[in-house]
């Protein structure tokens, strides 16, 4: 071995497709791929009437400002309705990924705006051509550079990483072609165009300057919750709903609560498939966000047709449990919701199923929100099923001990105990013999005497069930009666899992 260093030589074969890159030199792009007015990359192509392709916020713009430019071949497109041009957008972006540059951005309105308004003025003073050229200049994207250093071959790339694929992280509404993505365009339209650019924007930021700036516009405008509550901006909503981003997730769910405001909303807003995610988001979302799913559901609830929808798709085990939740708001909001869900009979069987009635009874003896919990009860006793349930559960006791306490917040919550009461009357002679035990008469006497009208009358009523005798009654072993409820009561507790 000689002392000497040795030099070793290293040769590389270099493959046509590394060649390329060693070249420098930016790929051609497609005509194709530009859009006739902005001459950019398009980011959202859409096909209008005539058969054209342009990008989308350059197509509002023109109808904007009634705008028909003259195209190369001297046609003028038709803007009357637009589809999504979708295999042609896969095509850029694949393209893109492949000669490794950037994907392009959808082009904001207000930046098309401004170039189609230069557009216009140039068409009347040729002169001023120039002016369009400025324009379109700030909206060119320049693709990534490709560089080689003399001591190694890499390609440089954003941030020193190359640019993946795009995921398809889009609405389902951009998923297929089918005729119903086609658009007829109007002004309002146009609003609507904006928000769903940057709410499908891969940028965080703009996802929620979108959000804030929707929660606002739709917290007092009627108009604007009216117009703006589309099967398109509920599907981009619906993805928001489901982020990892508090501040993304916090304003979407928001943002549905206004939308629901509206009457002419709620049943459109429950066939657009977004109450599976706001169920999703009230089990286990952010605080705030599950104060606004526990809202919504609330709100949904009120129009009868969402009522039996929304218990199928699995709000009731939620919502029970959020009756326990630190929020006084989702608290509040879940019993409301239940009162009005509870109304159906398929939502009441479902509820007794999942052990309602003991929670609700619960609450009522430890004085937790009993004004709310009393009205969903008053609904459970004026049916069948939810009678037995609360005859079974010892409702008629905690009710004559409610009433005996005299501790409510407000008549009406007098009203509601005295109600749900009147419901269980209907009960027969069960009824008759539990109410013996607790000593309801006593009890209703003083409520005839110091209640409001609607609860006297209702003390009244029972007190003509408790004192009319029927022949049957004589034969009754009321002491054997009561002792086989006490043990179906106490067998049902022992088979019933905790909630």
């Known amino acids: 071995m000689g002392s000497g260093k040795q030099r070793w030589k290293i040769y590389f074969h270099k493959s046509p497709s590394t060649l390329f890159l060693l070249k420098k030199q930016s790929p051609s792009i497609p005509n194709e791929f530009l859009c006739p007015i902005a001459g950019t990359l ?3 192509p859409v096909i209008v009437s005539s058969g054209h392709t342009f990008e989308r916020n350059c197509v509002h713009a023109c109808v904007s400002l009634s705008f028909k430019p003259k195209l190369a071949d001297g046609s003028s497109p038709n ?11 896969s095509t ?8 490794l540059i950037d994907p392009p951005k959808p082009i904001d309105f207000y930046s098309a ?7 216009i003025h140039t068409s009347q003073n040729p002169s001023t051509k120039s002016q369009v050229e400025d324009v379109k200049s700030e909206l060119t994207r320049t693709p990534s550079q490709v560089s080689i250093t003399s001591s190694e071959e890499s390609v440089t790339l954003r941030n020193g990483f190359p640019t993946p694929l795009p995921l398809k992280t889009r609405p389902s509404c951009c998923s297929s072609s089918s005729s119903s993505d086609m658009e007829t365009l109007n002004p309002n339209s146009l609003e609507e165009e904006e928000f769903l650019t940057k709410m499908t924007s891969y940028e965080v930021s703009e996802q929620k300057e979108s959000l804030i700036s929707l929660r606002k516009l739709t917290r007092t405008q009627e108009e604007t919750r009216l117009h703006l509550c589309t ?9 928001l709903i489901t982020s990892r981003y508090s501040s993304l997730q916090v304003n979407a769910v928001a943002v549905l609560v206004n939308l629901s405001l509206e009457n002419q909303n709620k049943v459109k807003i429950v066939r657009s498939g977004i109450v599976p995610p706001v169920i999703d988001v009230l089990r286990g979302g952010f605080p705030e966000s599950q104060d606004h799913a526990a809202g919504a559901l609330f709100s949904l609830s009120l ?38 869900l509870s109304l159906v009979q398929s939502n009441r069987v479902k509820m007794i199923k999942l052990g309602a009635v ?10 937790h929100m009993t004004g709310r919990i009393l009205l969903v009860l008053c609904n459970f006793a004026a049916s069948v099923e939810g009678r037995t349930a609360m005859l079974d559960g010892g409702g008629v006791d905690c009710l004559v001990s409610k009433l005996s306490q005299d501790e409510f917040d407000s008549e009406s919550t007098r009203e509601s105990c005295v109600a749900a009461l009147y419901g269980l009357s209907y009960g027969g002679l069960r009824f008759k013999g539990l109410a013996k035990e607790a000593g309801a008469e006593e009890v209703l006497k003083k409520v005839e005497e110091s209640g409001n009208k609607r609860a006297r009358e209702k003390a009244g009523r029972i007190l003509e069930v408790l004192r009319v005798k029927d022949p049957e009654e004589e034969e009754i072993d009321w002491e054997e009666l009561l002792s086989e409820d006490n043990h179906s009561v106490n067998s049902q507790n022992l088979a019933r899992a905790e909630f």
């Open 42 to 44: 398009m980011a959202d």
């Open 79 to 89: 803007f009357s309705t637009i589809i999504p041009n979708l295999a042609l957008k």
């Open 358 to 367: 003991q929670i609700l009874l619960g609450m009522v003896k430890s004085g």
């Open 303 to 340: 129009d009868d047709q969402n009522k039996t929808a929304i218990g199928v798709l699995g709000a009731l085990p939620p919502l029970l449990h959020a009756l326990r939740s630190d929020s006084e708001r989702t608290r509040h909001d879940s019993a409301l919701a239940l009162y009005h």
């Open 231 to 239: 099967p398109r901006l509920l599907s981009a909503l619906k993805s």
């Open 92 to 99: 850029i972006f694949n393209w893109c990924h492949t000669h």
């Open 113 to 119: 705006e401004k170039m189609v308004s230069a557009l």
